[in-house]
Nanobody, 123 residues
Framework: QVQLVESGGGLVQAGGSLRLSCAAS????????MGWFRQAPGKGREFVVA????????YYADSVKGRFTISRDNAKNTVDLQMNSLKPEDTAIYYC????????????????WGQGTQVTVSS
């Protein structure tokens, strides 16, 4: 009953910025978390950042601290990922995910997933 839809991916030069958005619908639980994960070709799914919906608590992967920022819009029920100072190693398919419960860094603990959006950073 939960649907997630990502948007905002694209092709940018190294050092540039992109803003991804995740729209959620059908959520009813009081305690849940949203997360962003990414997967590069030939690599496993990697944690990027997660946020608790009820209190805004966040946790960032070391690789994106200081460059990426997660934010929420309670009225619109959306979560955004602002990505600055992009590097070629950020190239991946980015997925929005959700789970019932607190922030978690493992993709295996998220039950709901968007379709993914491609981010490509050229050098």
């Amino acid at each position: 009953q939960v649907q997630l839809v990502e948007s905002g991916g694209g092709l940018v030069q190294a050092g540039g910025s992109l803003r991804l958005s995740c729209a959620a619908s059908g959520r009813t639980s009081n305690n849940y978390s949203m997360g962003w994960f990414r997967q590069a070709p030939g690599k496993g799914r990697e944690f990027v950042v997660a946020m608790s919906w009820k209190d805004g608590r966040t946790y960032y992967a070391d690789s994106v601290k200081g460059r990426f920022t997660i934010s929420r819009d309670n009225a619109k029920n959306t979560v955004d990922l602002q990505m600055n100072s992009l590097k070629p190693e950020d190239t991946a398919i980015y997925y929005c995910a959700a789970r019932d419960g607190g922030v978690n860094t493992s993709h295996r603990n998220y039950r709901y997933w968007g379709q993914g959006t491609q981010v490509t950073v050229s050098s």
